[in-house]
């Protein structure tokens, strides 16, 4: 227990002390992102490479600490450096896909094509996958090619959808750090102490991001950082609601796994969700750029980007709480319960930008009155 606290503090201090000589080096070599279009709500040049000492820090923490130890004492040795390279494997993939994107560019076609080849990497070579729904509307277990196209399907789902929010000081790195400090306390309690592990690697790296890209960012972690965390984070989430329940105590027994999950996600995947949908009715590419974003909506409607971050970091916190009430309620009813709380949060940010926009109207429209 006492080597994930050092695994968290490992990959805190590395970010620490490592990201302001990135910062010079990408200022020096001009990899910034400069405010040019309108939907960017940055007024300054900021460094978009951050993603690079995320995802050192979180490779080298978790390998330093990595208690090969007790994986051969549980006899899982084999089956624990299996996952291990291809963790390695796929990150690296994702890691240069990211970094070419921050720097020079990436057509969309071929990021899906990088997607897909990591996510069937993961899926069929890594067993990395989701088997059923476990209980949430009955179902438990899904046929293998259901199960393949479902994992697929999530794993661009997550990744896209922690790259998309990436729109606002420390959004993208809070929320990550929330999902994946929840994650390793899940996998504390299921005594699984290698994922744990991995979690509060990638947690300790993206507080210490947080003090540099939090409001006024001196710094932005990119692809190169988001698509690592959103694949991580997929590992850890089906990991998690594929953990065998004989390893749990009766308490987490009884709480639905995928709706944990669906709760650690709530806002990518609300916001993801949403943002589609409304591209989809318009006639536009679901990957075009616009300012539709939920975190969008709280800024023009007058909210400060810390007063942004923290409404959606409470919101997201709050609902991985009324997820917990799946001890007490049927997993449909408990999944309806969080999609609910989804639900209320998109029609409060609604009528807030609605009733701001009306102000804003009215105060105009008196100001011409006057003039």
């Not at 070579?125 to 199960?147: A, N, Q």
């Not at 001196?218 to 390893?247: Q, R």
């Not at 669906?262 to 806002?267: F, N, Q, T, V």
């Amino acid at each position: 227990m006492v080597y994930l606290i050092l695994v968290f503090i490992t990959a805190f201090v590395v970010v620490l002390y490592s990201t302001p000589a990135l910062i010079k080096v990408a200022i020096l070599k001009n990899l910034i992102d400069s405010p040019e279009e309108d939907r960017k709500i940055h007024k300054r040049a900021v460094p978009t490479i951050g993603g690079i000492i995320i995802y050192a820090a979180t490779l080298f923490s978790f390998s330093l600490w990595y208690n090969i130890e007790e994986i051969h004492e549980l006899g899982l040795i084999e089956d624990s450096v299996k996952e291990f390279k291809i963790l390695i494997a796929t990150s690296l993939v994702l890691f240069f896909v990211g970094v070419k994107d921050d720097i020079i560019g990436t057509a969309p076609v071929k990021k899906l094509f990088a997607h897909v080849v990591v996510g069937l990497i993961l899926i069929l070579m890594g067993d990395i996958k989701i088997t059923g729904l476990h209980g949430v509307f009955g179902v438990e277990r899904i046929p293998e090619w259901g199960s393949i196209f479902l994992s697929l399907f999530t794993y661009i789902v997550v990744v896209n959808a922690m790259n998309l929010i990436d729109g606002v000081d420390g959004l993208a790195a809070g929320i990550g750090f929330i999902a994946t400090s929840f994650f390793g306390t899940w996998f504390v309690f299921g005594n699984e102490l290698t994922l744990a592990s991995l979690s509060f690697s990638l947690a300790g790296a993206l507080l210490g991001f947080l003090v540099f890209n939090f409001s006024p960012a001196k710094i932005f972690m990119g692809d190169s950082g988001s698509l690592i965390i959103g694949m991580f984070i997929y590992v850890l989430s089906t990991k998690l609601i594929e953990y065998p329940v004989d390893f749990l105590d009766k308490f987490w027994v009884h709480i639905s796994k995928p709706n944990l999950a669906i709760a650690a996600l709530i806002y990518p995947l609300t916001d993801t969700l949403r943002i589609f949908i409304i591209r989809a009715l318009r006639g536009q590419s679901p990957f075009s750029a616009d300012r539709n974003h939920i975190h969008h909506r709280l800024i023009d409607s007058g909210y400060s980007h810390v007063k942004t971050v923290i409404i959606i970091y409470v919101f997201s916190v709050a609902t991985i709480g009324i997820s917990l009430l799946s001890y007490y309620l049927d997993p449909s009813l408990s999944l309806v319960t969080v999609l609910g709380c989804s639900g209320s949060f998109i029609l409060w940010v609604h009528f807030v930008f609605k009733k701001h926009s009306k102000n804003k109207k009215t105060s105009k429209k008196i100001v011409d009155q006057k003039i």
